[in-house]
C-alpha cells in the first residue's frame, strides 16, 4: 500500500510516496534517503495513467523524526518511532506531473471508483494523503475560477524564456478563500522546495504557486484550441500575436522575443492584472436607488462610498465633497469615488450622465431607466465588486402562474392517476391574485416596471405576453391527476412560473408536501411485531398512498428514525390478509444485508426474505422459482449490476434502493443498472439531506419517478442554476413544490418527532465477515480449540479468553488479529459499516462516541477514518497524559465541527462528560452490560437535550452473536448474574463452547 | 543648616556617577515644541525658575541613573550624596482602558490627527480632544516623592527628573500618552485598525514555524470537511464570465489589429460550461 503525498514546486506538482508495506527497492542505507519512500517507478505505476510520461526525480523535504528516520503519516497506520522529534531533511523519489495532468489526477480522488472490478489489480494500492487531499481542493479552487472567468492572461518572465499563461485573480471572497486554504495548508505541503535546499516556504506563497499551476491548467484545458483562427504566429510576428497562441498551445514559450516586446507586453499586462485587483479595494463605491413617492415617476441613483468591511457605515457623496474626513476612508475620498464612478460607466453606461457633473453626488432617473438598472446594471455592478442598495421589493415579486384544480366526480376518499380534474390557471404578483382584465391594462403600459396596489412590481414584455397567450390557451378546462403532477413538477415556464397551487380533496393533500400529516393513519398492520411509534405510522400511511398511485417516494428521515422499520410494515400491511402481491427487491450495500435480513426476521416473521448474494446465489429457473416464492428479494449493488438481465426479466412490485447515495449519481454504472429493472413501483431510502444536492435529488426523483422532472438539462436550466447560482427563492419554493409531494424527510430535532422519541434509542447494527474475515476465523478456531482441549484449569481458561480475544479481533478486522500493517479498506465488514454510519452522522453534523475494548484497533481505525471522512476523529486512549485528554474532551464539547471521538472503553468508561455527542458506537463488545452502560453514560448524561443514539456492532453467527443471545437471556433472568465480565464464559463446557464460537453460515454474506 | 554654593542643602558633595543619564548641553533650551512648552509651564507653576534650572545641572552630571516611563509613574534612581540612591517617583493619574478607547475612537475621527500621529508628529489640536472627553492630556498637579531627608519639594533629585523628563517629552512626545496610560505602539496599532492603515496584501497569511507544527505535520489545520463547508457557504455573486474583461480598463494590447479584449470575448463566454 502507498500512502501518496502532494507538494508543489514551481509549476509542477510532486508526489510522493510512503510505502507501508515491504518496499519493491531497496532504499539503501544513505542516512539522508527517506527509508521507507516508495520508488519513483513504484509510484508512477500505482497512479497509472495520470503518470505516465512524467519525469521522475528525487527532492529533499523536511520531515520531522529521528536520524533514524522521519515520523510516518497518520494514514499510514505505521507506528511512529521518534519520541522527540525534530526537523530534518530526507531525500524523496518524486514523481512531477504537468499541470492538466495533475489535475486529471486530483479530479480522480473525488470520484468514486465506479465498481470494484475497474481497478487494475496488477498495479500496487495507494491512497492519497491528507496533503495530496488537500491539494484536490486547490484543484476544485482553480477550475471554479476559471468556470467564473477570474482569470486573465499574463506573460510569465520568471525562468529566463518568457511564456505565455493564465493567472487567477483573487478578490473579494475568493480572497478570503485563499487566506482560509493557506492557513490550512498541511505543513509538509511546505516542507518541499524544488531544486534549492529543503526549506520552509510560507504557506501563501506555495498556495499561490499551486492555485497559478492548476488555474493555467484548467483554463488551457477550457479555452478553445485557437483564441483567434488563422496561422499559427511564427518567431517573425509581432509578440503579442505569439503570445496570443501560446496561450493555448502545448507549448507555452516564447523563446527568441526582443526584450524591448516583452517588456512592452508583460507591463500592460500587470498593469491590467493589478486593476483587477483594486476593483475590491477596502472602501467600494456605492450606488443606492431610491423609489419615488406616491403618483411620481422621480427615481433617484444616490452615490457614496462605503467601507467594504462595513457596510453599514455608508458616506454620502454630498459629504465627501464637501472635503469630510472619515474614519475608516483613504486619505483622498473623493478621488476613489470619481475613479469608481468611472469605471461603473462601463458595467452601466446609462451611469454616464453622472460623470458630466464636476461633483456627481446623484442622479435623477425615471421609470424605465430604474427597471433597466435593477435588471442589468445592478447584479453586474455588484459582481465588480461596487456595493449597491436596491429597495427591498427587487427580485421578491413577479408574474407567475397559479394552478386551481377541482376533482370532476364526486369521489373524495379514493385518488387514481387517471382521475380527471377541472383546472383553472389564473396569474397571481407574489402572493396576490391579478385579473386577465388588469394584466391586459399592464401590457399597454410599455413600462415594465409598475406599481400595484402600492407595491413595485418588475414586469418584462416577454413576460406579460406570455402570461396574456398561457390564459388565453388554457385559462380553464379539464386534467387528468397525472398531468396535473407534471404539471407541478415541471414547475411552469422560464419566464412564468407556477408560483401557487391551489387543490382540494387528496391530490390536495398528495401536492400540499406534508401529505404524512394529512392522511388518515394506516395503523400498524397485525403481523408486525414491535410497535411503530406515531410518526413511523404516518410514514406508513405516506408510503401507501403513494404506492397506491403507482408513484414512488424518497422516504429521507434522518438516521435512527426507522425507514427499515417503515419499509418493513408496508410490506406487511400490503399483505394484509393473506393478499399475494409480487415481490419486492431490495438494493442495499453489502454491508446492510445482514442487517436486512436480521430485521425483516424481527419485525415481520412471516416475510418470506430470500437474499441473493454471493457464490452460492441462485440462477435462472431456480432464481424464478426463489422470487415467485418471496415477499422481499435482498440484493446488492454490485450483485445486481452482475445479475442485471436475470433481475430485469423478473415481474416485481416494488424497488427500493436503501442508501440510495448509491444511485444519486445518475451517470455511474449502479445508477444505470437499478433503472434497468422495471417494478410497478420504486421507493428510496437515504438519510442524507437530499434537498440540499440537487443534482443528486434530480438523479433519486428520476429514479423513483421517471421523467418527472424532466431532462437533467431542463432540471438545471429550471432550478439547479437559479438556487444554486443566484439563490433564487422563487426557484427553491417552485423546486419544493414539484418535489415535496415525493420526499418524506422528518429530522430527529423536529419538535414532533422528539415527543415520540425515548431519550436513548438502543439499536444493534447486524455486521457480515468477509471471506478474508471467515477464513482466519476458522483457522483461528481450529487451533484454539485443540489447545482448549487439551488443557485444564488456569491453562484452560487462559486459552478460553485468549480465543475470544482473536475472534473478536477477527471480527472487528484481519489486520487488527494479523498486525502487520497491512492495508484497511474493503476486508471487514464491521468497518464498512463504521465508514457508512459515521459518513451519515457527519453529514448530519452530529459527534459521535465510538467505543472499542482494544487500544490497538482505535490507533488502526483513527487515520483510517480521519482520512476517509474528512473531519477531525479524536482518539483517547490509556496511554495519553491527563492534559492531553482533557484537551481533546475540551475540544470535542466546545467545537462545533461534527466529529467522532473514538475511545478506549478501558480509558474512557467512566467519569468524562461527553453530552456533545448524540451518537455511541460499540464497535465491539465487552460482554458486561453495565460496562457498556457506563460507557454509553458519557453522551447520555445531564446536559444533554437530544435523543441518544446506541448502536452495537455485532457479527451475524459468530460467537458476538451467540454470546449477545446469551446476555439478553441472562439479562431476562437477573441482571446480576452478568456482572461478572467474561469469566462466567471460561466455566463453560467444551462442548458448549464450540458450539458458542461456532462460525455459522450466515456470518459471510 | 550647610548650604552649597547653589543655595541647596547639602551635608556632602554627591557621589560621582559614571554612565548616568546626562541631560543634553549641545541643544539650546526645551520647550521648542508645543507639548514640551507645556509641560514646562506645567513644571514652571510648581517650582520656580531656578530650582528647574538647577535641576538641570544636577542633571548634566549624570546624576540621574535611570527614569523609566510607565502608565501612572515616572520613576528615577538619582545618586545622591548616600551610597544608595533615592527613588524618586512622580504620579498622575492613567487612564482607563475604556477612557483611551474614548479617544482612540475620537482621534480617529479626524483623518488630520491620524495621519500627524502615525507620522510621529503631535497636532496641539489633539489637547482639545482629551478635554473634550473631560480627560486632559497634561495634569494640573503632579504627586512627586523623593526618599532622601530633603523636605522640600521638589527636592533637586525631583528636580533633576523632572528636566530630564520634560527634555524626553521634547523628542518623544508619545511619552506624554505612555504616562497617561497608552504606549505609542498599542496607540497607533488602534489607530490604524479603525482606519485605513498602510494597504494590506490581501493575500497575506501569517505562517506557523514548521517546528511549531511536528505533532500534526502531515494534516491540515482545519479539516477537509471544514474547509468544504465554507466553500458551500460561499455566495459568491452572479456574474457573467466575461466580467473582468468588461470592468476593466483594456490593456493596449492588439492582436492581428484587433484589441486583446475582443479577441478573448467569445472565450470568455463558453467558460462555465468547461
Known amino acids: 500500500m502507498l500512502v501518496v503525498h502532494g507538494a508543489w514546486v514551481d509549476r509542477l506538482l510532486a508526489l510522493w510516496a510512503e510505502a507501508t508495506g515491504p518496499l519493491a527497492t531497496t532504499a539503501g542505507d544513505e542516512p539522508s534517503r527517506h527509508p521507507f519512500a516508495a520508488s519513483a517507478a513504484e509510484l508512477a505505476a500505482a497512479i497509472g495513467t495520470s503518470a505516465a510520461g512524467a519525469a521522475q526525480t528525487e527532492l529533499t523535504i523536511r520531515l520531522p523524526g529521528s536520524p533514524r528516520g522521519p515520523l510516518p503519516s497518520p494514514e499510514s497506520g505505521l507506528p511512529a518511532a521518534a519520541r522527540r522529534p525534530r526537523l530534518m531533511t530526507w531525500r524523496v523519489p518524486t514523481v512531477l506531473l504537468e499541470p492538466t495532468a495533475a489535475l486529471t489526477l486530483l479530479e480522480s480522488l473525488d470520484a468514486a471508483p465506479e465498481d470494484e472490478a475497474s481497478t487494475d489489480a496488477a498495479a500496487p494500492e495507494w491512497g492519497p494523503a491528507s496533503s495530496l487531499r488537500y491539494l484536490a481542493l486547490v484543484g476544485d479552487v482553480a477550475r471554479d475560477l476559471v468556470r467564473r472567468g477570474r482569470i486573465l492572461p499574463q506573460l510569465s518572465t520568471g525562468n529566463g524564456v518568457p511564456a505565455a499563461c493564465w493567472a487567477p485573480v483573487l478578490t473579494g471572497s475568493d480572497a478570503a478563500e485563499f487566506r482560509e486554504l493557506a492557513g490550512a495548508m498541511p505543513p509538509v505541503c511546505r516542507a518541499v522546495d524544488g531544486e534549492r535546499a529543503a526549506g520552509e516556504r510560507a504557506a501563501a506563497d506555495v498556495l499561490r504557486d499551486a492555485l497559478a499551476g492548476l488555474v493555467d491548467g484548467a483554463a488551457r484545458r477550457a479555452m478553445p484550441d485557437r483564441l483567434l483562427a488563422g496561422h499559427r504566429a511564427g518567431p517573425r510576428h509581432p509578440l503579442a500575436d505569439r503570445w496570443l497562441f501560446a496561450l493555448t498551445a502545448d507549448d507555452p514559450a516564447l523563446p527568441g522575443a526582443k526584450p524591448a516586446d516583452v517588456e512592452a507586453l508583460d507591463g500592460a499586462l500587470r498593469q491590467w492584472l493589478a486593476s483587477a485587483y483594486q476593483l475590491h479595494g477596502p472602501v467600494r463605491v456605492c450606488f443606492r436607488l431610491g423609489e419615488p413617492a406616491e403618483d411620481e415617476d422621480a427615481w433617484v441613483v444616490e452615490f457614496g462610498l462605503q467601507p467594504a468591511d462595513e457596510p453599514a457605515q455608508y458616506v454620502p457623496a454630498a459629504r465627501i465633497w464637501a472635503g469630510e474626513r472619515l474614519p475608516g476612508l483613504p486619505p483622498r475620498p473623493d478621488e476613489v469615488l470619481l475613479a469608481g464612478l468611472g469605471r461603473a460607466v462601463r458595467l452601466c453606461s446609462d451611469l454616464y450622465p453622472a460623470l458630466q457633473q464636476p461633483q456627481p453626488t446623484e442622479l435623477a432617473v425615471d421609470t424605465a431607466w430604474a427597471y433597466t438598472f435593477l435588471r442589468h446594471g445592478a447584479p453586474l455592478l455588484r459582481a465588480a465588486g461596487y456595493a449597491v442598495n436596491l429597495p427591498t421589493w427587487s427580485g421578491l415579486r413577479g408574474l407567475g402562474l397559479r394552478l386551481t384544480t377541482r376533482p370532476a366526480g364526486a369521489r373524495a376518499d379514493e385518488l387514481s392517476l387517471d382521475d380527471r380534474v377541472d383546472v383553472r390557471l389564473g396569474l397571481a404578483i407574489g402572493e396576490q391574485a391579478i385579473g386577465e382584465a388588469e394584466l391586459t391594462e399592464l401590457a399597454g403600459l410599455d413600462v415594465p416596471l409598475v406599481r400595484i396596489g402600492g407595491q413595485w412590481v418588475e414586469l418584462d414584455g416577454r413576460q406579460l405576453r406570455s402570461a396574456l397567450k398561457a390564459i388565453e390557451e388554457r385559462g380553464t378546462g379539464q386534467m387528468t391527476v397525472r398531468e396535473v403532477i407534471r404539471e407541478v413538477a415541471a414547475g411552469g415556464e422560464d419566464d412564468l412560473p407556477l408560483v401557487d397551487v391551489v387543490a382540494g380533496g387528496l391530490l390536495g393533500d398528495l401536492l400540499s408536501g406534508d401529505a404524512d400529516r394529512r392522511l388518515a393513519p394506516v395503523p400498524t398492520p397485525d403481523t408486525f411485531h414491535g410497535t411503530l411509534r406515531p410518526y413511523q405510522e404516518r410514514g406508513l400511511s405516506w408510503l401507501s398512498f403513494l404506492a397506491g398511485l403507482g408513484l414512488g417516494g424518497i422516504l429521507a428521515d434522518d438516521m435512527g428514525l426507522g425507514k427499515t422499520a417503515q419499509t418493513l410494515s408496508l410490506l406487511l400491511s400490503e399483505r394484509a390478509g393473506g393478499r399475494e402481491l409480487p415481490a419486492t427487491l431490495l438494493l442495499c450495500p453489502m454491508s446492510l444485508v445482514s442487517n436486512w435480513q436480521k430485521e425483516a426476521a424481527r419485525f415481520g416473521p412471516s416475510l418470506r426474505v430470500y437474499v441473493h448474494h454471493g457464490g452460492t446465489r441462485k440462477r435462472d429457473e431456480e432464481l424464478a422459482a426463489a422470487v415467485a416464492e418471496a415477499d422481499l428479494v435482498i440484493t446488492t449493488y454490485g450483485t445486481a449490476a452482475r445479475d442485471v438481465e436475470a433481475l430485469a426479466s423478473v415481474h416485481w412490485g416494488r424497488i427500493v434502493c436503501d442508501e440510495a447515495q448509491a444511485v444519486k449519481n445518475s451517470a455511474t454504472r449502479q445508477a444505470r443498472v437499478v433503472r434497468a429493472i422495471p417494478a410497478q413501483t420504486r421507493l428510496a431510502l437515504t438519510g442524507t439531506p437530499v434537498e440540499n444536492h440537487l443534482a443528486e435529488l434530480w438523479s433519486i426523483m428520476d429514479f423513483c419517478n421517471p421523467g418527472l422532472l424532466g431532462t437533467p438539462t431542463r432540471f438545471r436550466e429550471r432550478y439547479r442554476e437559479p438556487i444554486e447560482k443566484g439563490r433564487d427563492e422563487h426557484a427553491a419554493r417552485a423546486l419544493r413544490r414539484a418535489t415535496g409531494p415525493f420526499i418524506l424527510r422528518r429530522l430527529k430535532t423536529d419538535k414532533s418527532i422528539i415527543s415520540d422519541l425515548p431519550e436513548k434509542l438502543e439499536m444493534k447494527t447486524w455486521c457480515s465477515l468477509t471471506p478474508e474475515q471467515a477464513q482466519l476465523y476458522e483457522a483461528v478456531l481450529n487451533d484454539m480449540m485443540g489447545k482448549i482441549e487439551s488443557s485444564e484449569g488456569i491453562e484452560r481458561r487462559g486459552n478460553v479468553l485468549a480465543t475470544m480475544t482473536r475472534l473478536k479481533q477477527v471480527c472487528n478486522h484481519p489486520a487488527h488479529l494479523l498486525k502487520n500493517g497491512s492495508r484497511l479498506g474493503g476486508r471487514s465488514g464491521k468497518l464498512a459499516r463504521l465508514e457508512e454510519l459515521a459518513q451519515e452522522i457527519v453529514e448530519e453534523g452530529d459527534k459521535a462516541l465510538v467505543f472499542t475494548q482494544y487500544a490497538e484497533f482505535g490507533a488502526l481505525l483513527r487515520p483510517y477514518l480521519a482520512a476517509h471522512l474528512d473531519r477531525p476523529v479524536l482518539w483517547l486512549h490509556g496511554g495519553l497524559p491527563k492534559a492531553r485528554r482533557d484537551e481533546l474532551v475540551d475540544r470535542f464539547q466546545s467545537d462545533d465541527e461534527p466529529m467522532l471521538f473514538l475511545l478506549s472503553l478501558k480509558a474512557a468508561g467512566t467519569g468524562l462528560n461527553l453530552t456533545a455527542a448524540n451518537h455511541v458506537i460499540h464497535v465491539d463488545r465487552w460482554w458486561n452490560p453495565a460496562v457498556e452502560d457506563q460507557a454509553t453514560d458519557r453522551a447520555f448524561r445531564i446536559g444533554q437535550r437530544r435523543t441518544v443514539q446506541v448502536r452495537k456492532f455485532i457479527c451475524v453467527d459468530t460467537l458476538e452473536e451467540r454470546i449477545d443471545d446469551m446476555i439478553e437471556q441472562k439479562k431476562a433472568l437477573a441482571e446480576r448474574v452478568v456482572g461478572t465480565g467474561e469469566d462466567w464464559i471460561t466455566d463453560l463446557s467444551t462442548e458448549r463452547l464450540r458450539e458458542l464460537f461456532r462460525l455459522g453460515p450466515g456470518a459471510v454474506s | ?274
Request: net charge negative.
Open chain 2, 1 to 274: 543648616m550647610p548650604i552649597g554654593p547653589n543655595g541647596w542643602f547639602e551635608a556632602r558633595p554627591p557621589i560621582r556617577v559614571e554612565g548616568g543619564l546626562r541631560a543634553r548641553s549641545r541643544r539650546g533650551p526645551i520647550g521648542e515644541q508645543w507639548w514640551s512648552r507645556r509641560f514646562i509651564d506645567l513644571l514652571e507653576d510648581i517650582c520656580d525658575p531656578g530650582r528647574l534650572a538647577r535641576g538641570r545641572t544636577y542633571a548634566r552630571r549624570g546624576q540621574v541613573l535611570d527614569m523609566e516611563v510607565a502608565p501612572g509613574a515616572v520613576t528615577a534612581r538619582v545618586q545622591g550624596s548616600r551610597p544608595a540612591p533615592y527613588r524618586v517617583s512622580i504620579r498622575i493619574e492613567a487612564y482607563a482602558e475604556g477612557d483611551w478607547a474614548d479617544v482612540e475612537r475620537a482621534l480617529a475621527g479626524q483623518a488630520l490627527y491620524r495621519a500627524a500621529l502615525l507620522a510621529g508628529e503631535m497636532p496641539p489640536e489633539i489637547l482639545e480632544v482629551f478635554d473634550a472627553l473631560g480627560r486632559p492630556l497634561f495634569p494640573s498637579t503632579l504627586d512627586m516623592s523623593c526618599t532622601c531627608p530633603d523636605h522640600g519639594v521638589p527636592c533637586k533629585h525631583l528636580s533633576a527628573v523632572l528636566y530630564l523628563l520634560a527634555e524626553a517629552f521634547d523628542e518623544d512626545p508619545f511619552l506624554v500618552l505612555a504616562w497617561r496610560g497608552r504606549a505609542r505602539a498599542d496607540l497607533l496599532e488602534s489607530l490604524r485598525g479603525l482606519a485605513d492603515g498602510e494597504p494590506v496584501d490581501p493575500l497575506h497569511v501569517p505562517d506557523v514555524p514548521l517546528a511549531d507544527r511536528l505533532d500534526d505535520f502531515y494534516s491540515p489545520a482545519a479539516s477537509l470537511g471544514r474547509l468544504r463547508d465554507l466553500r458551500e457557504q460561499r455566495v459568491a455573486e452572479p456574474a457573467p464570465p466575461e466580467l473582468l474583461l468588461r470592468a476593466l480598463q483594456p490593456p493596449p494590447v492588439t492582436v492581428r489589429h484587433r484589441p486583446l479584449v475582443d479577441v478573448l470575448r467569445a472565450a470568455y463566454r463558453e467558460l462555465p460550461l468547461s
